[in-house]
């Protein structure tokens, strides 16, 4: 064979081997492409409503109809949109807010749902597939200030599957206390932690001299990075107290304020993605209840979210994507509650260069179905990966060398780009 030619299988070979999972792209040497104009992107928020909240009763209302329960609609400061009267405040955010009404899957079950929203991809066999947390922490590796690339608030978020421990989330359980174990020992101090980690270097070099190094140094990785960001000045970005009374007013004083200003202060100092959880949205009962009580929640945190990061002129660096891992039935079940629905749900962008003030797809008049544009999660996450300039056709290699595509073959939604 002529040594210019390549065939398709060769060139597969080639863009997985050594575990450097070059895409065809960068074979080819036009990964430009997936830095264009919209590529405006240098971090990602993730606001993620655990349970599935209600698309009819936030960002998809039906007022007037059998289905649309017990809320009103409210106008925005987009002429035509209308969202749930409980959002007052993200209504005069909306210009620069895109609702995509028309997201629709096939897995309804809480744990499989929550997998597919936050990797791209079914849980099938016994590939773990990496959140889009870690590949856009692995894509973006610069490092952010000593901390993380990738931070979880209030949850433990799905992981880094197949990427390693290296790309999982540095979690935060409790936003309004300090980070744990990252202060020294009782009269430790930086000194004599120094020279202890001296010498666990040369205990941890004798030891690889005759075990497999590529462990070992995957652990000395995780260990340093730990040290770094121990001694971190960026260690302030956690610290609360360290933000203007007032400031944190705006966005609550509770646990979801608190999360969703720990998360702007985390990409002020550099970090590539944070997730912020936000649970309760599972109402089988008592809907109406429970979700105007999120509701009333939420609606100050994300609006002081996206006011904040405006001001600070981060918004169009910093996109914001609030979910869930479905919606809920349009027909009132007998406890006054919702069931799954994930034939038809709500995400909404904010930020990254994708244009706002609009709504992408539509549902029918009882929100049964969807009318116009349904969108896959894929297509969702495609789109995430071009305003972030990362190439969604890049591959990853599993552990037994099989190409997994960063995004299972999602359409970037042009509408956003």
Known sequence: MDRYECNRRQLLKFAVQGGFALS???????????????????????????????????????????TGGEFKAISTSVVGIQISEHFPLLAKEMKDMAIIRSMTSREGNHDRARYYVHTGYAKAGVTQHPSFGSIVAKELIEKSEGLPAYVSINGPAEGAGLLGVNFAPFVIRDPEKPPENLAYANRVTRERFENRTELLNVVNSQFASTHKQEEISKKEAIYHRAVDLMNSPSLTAFDLEKEQSSVHDRYGRNK??????????????????????????????DNFTETKALMQELDPAYSALISDLRARGLLESTLVLWMGEFGRTPKINGKAGRDHWPQNWCAVVTGGGIRGGQVIGSTDTTGAAINDRPISVPDLYATLCRCLAIDDTKYNSSPLGRPIRIVDYGKPITELI
């Open 24 to 66: 065809f792209s960068q074979v080819l040497g036009v990964s430009t492409l997936f830095a264009g104009p919209s590529a405006k992107a240098k971090s990602c928020i993730v606001l993620w409503m655990a349970g599935g909240p209600s698309q009819i009763d936030t960002f998809d209302p039906k007022p007037g109809t059998s």
């Open 256 to 285: 979801t304020g608190s999360a969703f200003l720990m998360a702007r202060r985390l990409v002020e100092h550099g970090v590539k993605f944070v997730e912020v959880e936000m649970s309760g949205w599972d109402t089988h009962s």
